[in-house]
């Protein structure tokens, strides 16, 4: 069984930093690509970031770009995402999720929220 | 950056309606069109991809139309647990995309 847990989440002063892991389970990791997907509380989906399986493409929204770096360590199939310079808006529920066209799998999600 | 406009933002259908959802694309996406449903506190979970291929698990009642800027998700007759907002996404290009959400509710 396809299995993603993340971690990492919790409060943050404006300007912090926070890394959030994604733990893979049920499925060869280095062979699929990642995504962070993020929903801020009562909104839509926003796409953040990607990672391509051997780490040698990836992309982000324009949003997060400069602040935000995803990385992953295939050896312990994990996925991680970390964020600088935080502000207000990045608050939401930042879920880890499978494949690089459709999401088929997702995790539960961790919640992030930027508030002094 | 491809915008993705959902109509309606609600749909009130009585259960055992058909509810057709709306996903439009501020440029062609091919067929590169998915659906989610996402329910209170969950994850999203995926419905449809390739515009018309439904997931792993996903009833009959539930399928998918268009090519290009416009795409269509209906459900036939709606059950209890279809209550909830839906969501299409293009993965067409970067970066990837939703749409805002349609959320069905109980008439």
């Known amino acids: 069984e396809v299995q993603l847990v993340e971690s990492g989440g919790g409060l943050v002063q404006p300007g912090g930093s926070l890394r959030l892991s994604c733990a893979a389970s049920g499925f060869t990791f280095s062979s699929y690509e990642m995504n962070w997907v993020r929903q801020a509380p009562g909104k839509g989906l926003e796409w953040v970031s990607y990672?391509?399986?051997?780490?040698?493409?990836?992309y982000y929204a324009d949003s997060v770009k400069g602040r935000f770096t995803i990385s992953r360590d295939n050896a312990k199939n994990s996925l991680y995402l970390q964020m600088n310079s935080l502000r207000a808006e990045d608050t939401a529920v930042y879920y880890c999720a499978r494949d690089w066209r459709w999401f088929g799998f997702w995790g539960q999600g961790t919640l992030v929220t930027v508030s002094s | 950056e491809i915008v993705m406009t959902q109509s309606p933002a609600t749909l009130s259908v009585s259960p055992g309606e058909r509810a057709t959802l709306s996903c439009r694309a501020s440029?062609?996406?091919?067929?590169?069109l998915a659906w989610y449903q996402q329910k209170p506190g969950q994850a999203p979970r995926l419905l449809i991809y390739g515009t018309s291929t439904r997931a792993t698990g996903i009833p009959g009642r539930l399928s998918g139309s268009g090519s290009g800027t416009e795409f269509t998700l209906t459900i036939s007759s709606l059950q209890s647990e279809d209550f909830a907002v839906y969501y299409c996404h293009q993965y067409n290009s970067w970066p990837r995309t939703f749409g805002q959400g349609t959320k069905v509710e109980i008439k």
């Open positions: 440029q062609s996406v091919s067929n590169n």
């Open positions: 990672i391509s399986s051997g780490s040698s493409t990836i």
